[in-house]
């Protein structure tokens, strides 16, 4: 009688569920409480519609929970002390983590914040495939098909994308490396000036008409960096031929040394001055080249600064001029700079 009753009863169970090994599991939950074989039946018409809604539910806690992890990285990025820690395992390996600007701070904390954001939609993205995948399987429809289809689809994408990649790869690496930076003075080839916005895809930059470019970064095959870490003036200053090089050179020195030690300019002036020597000698005047390194972006400053009290000078002390030649000057950053 016992098996009688088990047996019509799983029979009752098989026909409101399915055969056993492919009941689903609400169903048959539902079955074991209520014994009732309709209650059964509705718990096997919403066992879909409640599988899905939890892999939305897991794909939307999973996404929450990253964003916050990725936040709190990016929080610990920006401060001071993780800063001097990256400088540290920078001068250890050789890695570029480094901060170069006059302003990490704000420098790191745009970058990291950049990159956070990079890693939260990239995540964000993933999690959200995986997921539509899985509803798309649980609906019947035939992944295999989809594969392929997308997959013609995604080469065609590709081939009329490529740009678009490499710009987006640039950037990333780009902001990894700290090759550049919002207010920095860069020389990319293609425009030079003052950097006003970093994105993934391109750089804006204005430079010193007033113009502002707009560059995709995978057009950057060369940056130089005129103001990382230090810059250098260096002036050229054609004298007559027959003029006293020594006493020139002389002169030329205690013009830079006050430039140096100015109230307004000895702030920034970060080494002696340099008089480097006779840079050309040509048959009408002789050039004798002065360096100065300064803070990064002011050195165009401090080369103004220069001319004029050299010049001066040169009028006080009586040295004649090379005719029809002028003060010149080159404005050289750091390892990276290039001539402006």
């Known amino acids: 009688m016992v098996l009688a009753a088990t047996a019509a009863e799983q029979l009752?169970?098989?026909?409101?569920?399915?055969?056993?090994?492919?009941?689903?599991?609400?169903?048959?939950?539902?079955?074991?409480?209520t014994?009732?074989?309709?209650?059964?039946?509705?718990?096997?018409?919403?066992?879909?519609?409640?599988?899905?809604?939890?892999?939305?539910?897991?794909a939307y806690v999973a996404v929450r929970i990253t964003r916050i992890f990725v936040r709190r990285v990016v929080r610990n990025l920006q401060r001071e002390q993780t800063g001097d820690r990256i400088s540290k395992i920078k001068h250890?390996?050789?890695?570029?983590?480094?901060?170069?600007?006059?302003?990490?701070?704000?420098?790191?904390?745009?970058?990291?914040?950049?990159?956070?954001?990079?890693?939260?939609?990239?995540?964000?993205?993933?999690?959200w495939s995986t997921a539509g995948l899985m509803i798309l399987e649980e609906?019947?429809?035939?992944?295999?098909?989809?594969?392929?289809?997308?997959?013609?689809?995604?080469?065609?994408?590709g081939f009329g994308s490529q740009a678009l990649v490499k710009d987006f790869l640039s950037?990333?690496?780009?902001?990894?490396?700290d090759q550049y930076g919002v207010g920095d003075v860069i020389d990319t080839g293609v425009a030079a000036g003052t950097v006003e916005g970093v994105s993934l895809r391109t750089t804006?930059?204005?430079?010193?008409?007033g113009t502002v470019w707009h560059i995709p970064n995978g057009g950057i095959l060369r940056v130089g960096n005129k103001s990382q870490q230090w810059s250098r003036v260096i002036l050229d200053v054609p004298i007559a031929y027959d003029a006293d090089v020594q006493r020139a050179t002389s002169v030329i020195r205690g013009a830079a040394d006050v430039v140096a030690t100015s109230r307004d300019l000895g702030s920034v002036v970060t080494d002696e001055p340099?008089?480097?020597?006779?840079?050309?000698?040509?048959p009408d005047h002789v050039v004798?080249?002065?360096a100065v390194k300064t803070a990064p972006l002011e050195q165009w400053r401090v080369a103004r600064a220069l001319r004029a009290g050299i010049k001066a000078a040169l009028d006080q002390a009586g040295i004649p001029p090379a005719s029809e030649s002028v003060v010149t000057y080159r404005a050289e950053g750091g390892p990276a700079a290039s001539d402006r």
């Open 171 to 177: 950037g990333i690496f780009m902001l990894i490396e």
């Open 92 to 127: 250890r390996t050789g890695l570029s983590l480094l901060d170069t600007s006059p302003v990490p701070s704000v420098r790191r904390a745009l970058r990291a914040e950049t990159i956070g954001a990079v890693i939260r939609s990239i995540v964000s993205a993933l999690i």
């Open 139 to 157: 609906l019947g429809v035939n992944l295999a098909a989809i594969g392929i289809g997308a997959s013609i689809i995604g080469v065609a994408i």
């Open 35 to 58: 014994g009732s074989q309709r209650a059964a039946q509705v718990g096997d018409d919403l066992a879909l519609p409640l599988h899905l809604l939890m892999i939305v539910l897991i």
């Open 288 to 290: 004798i080249r002065l």
């Open 12 to 33: 009752e169970k098989a026909a409101a569920c399915g055969v056993p090994g492919k009941q689903a599991w609400l169903c048959s939950t539902v079955y074991d409480l």
């Open 274 to 282: 340099e008089v480097w020597g006779i840079e050309q000698v040509e």
């Open 204 to 209: 804006r930059l204005r430079d010193a008409e």
